[in-house]
């Protein structure tokens, strides 16, 4: 009983640890709106993670990658039932699918936050800012108007206090480093 069971770990390891054959079809749909006519419709045909094969509703026949799905996709290209049986998946898959997908994402939109900071780019542009305006405009399907917001070139209180704080660290470096050379000059010339 015993060796049996250890037969069977030792089968089911080396079965498991072997590298083997992988072949996987995913479906999927692409689309802007809820219309038929702008949804596409793709089934990919996947060996060991190298796509050979693939359905395209926009191009309307089969596309092969590999020389074996080229074959496959002439053959199949050939045959009207095939093309007609994968013209109807992209009604009964994508069209009762798109439609809950879209109500739920689109209809969920929450506040676009957008800032404008100053980087290494800007500076490198060499631009004149007399009075202009850098502004970045947003469009996006869940903004009714595009969002924008103009770049302000004054820096946030943040810098500035940063910035103070290490000049005032300097004059006081400055200071007394001044303070000590003047003691160690008086201390020289009176020996």
């Not at 969002?147 to 004059?171: C, F, H, Q, Y």
């Amino acid at each position: 009983m015993a060796s049996s069971s250890v037969s069977f770990w030792i089968l089911l390891i080396t079965v498991c640890s072997t590298d083997g054959f992988r072949h996987y079809v995913t479906d999927a749909c692409h689309f802007n709106s809820t219309e038929l006519k702008d949804i596409e419709f793709i089934r990919s045909y996947h060996y060991n993670k190298l796509e050979f094969l693939r359905f395209s509703s926009s191009l309307d026949k089969y596309v092969g990658y590999t020389e074996l799905g080229v074959k496959n996709a002439e053959r199949l290209n050939k045959d009207k039932a095939e093309l007609s049986a994968m013209r109807a998946q992209k009604e009964r898959y994508c069209l009762n699918h798109v439609g809950p997908y879209s109500s739920n994402i689109l209809s969920k939109s929450g506040e676009l936050i957008l800032t404008v900071n100053q980087t290494d780019q800007i500076n490198r542009l060499n631009l004149n800012f007399n009075g202009e305006k850098i502004s970045c405009v947003v469009e996006h399907a869940s903004l009714k108007d595009p969002l924008r917001t103009d770049w302000d070139p004054s820096m946030p209180e943040s810098e500035r206090n940063k910035i103070a704080i290490g000049a005032s660290g300097l004059v006081l470096g400055l200071v007394l480093s001044l303070a000590g050379f003047i003691y160690y000059k008086r201390k020289a010339r009176g020996q």
